[in-house]
Nanobody, 118 residues
């Protein structure tokens, strides 16, 4: 059963913007820290941003000031608005949910490709 469904990746020129969306089941979303990670082939997956149920956010230094994570509690959706994109932002982006009440579990989306051309 698919728990996280991502959308919004694609190809964009440097300086452009994209918005990623991740829809989760309500039972997960309401009790999870939601986040976005990214990974290039042969590299480790790295944190992009996270947001708690209360709206507290954390960002990787490389995206601060350019990316914004938010959550729409009515739609059980987490968004990642990516502005001023750079070629080095080219990765597969993964949605992540980490539940904070028992049972503690981690969920991943299927990944969506973001490619930034120079």
């Amino acid at each position: 059963q698919v728990q996280l469904v991502e959308s919004g990746g694609g190809l964009v020129q440097a300086g452009g913007s994209l918005r990623l969306s991740c829809a989760a089941s309500r039972t997960i979303f309401s009790r999870a820290v939601m986040g976005w990670f990214r990974q290039a082939p042969g590299e480790q997956r790295e944190l992009v941003a996270t947001i708690t149920t209360g709206g507290t956010t954390v960002y990787a230094d490389s995206v601060k000031g350019r990316f914004t994570i938010s959550r729409d509690n009515a739609k059980n959706t987490v968004l990642l608005q990516m502005n001023s994109l750079k070629p080095e932002d080219t990765y597969v982006y993964y949605c992540n949910a980490q539940t904070i009440t028992v049972p503690l579990r981690t969920y991943w989306g299927q990944g969506t490709q973001v490619t930034v051309s120079s």
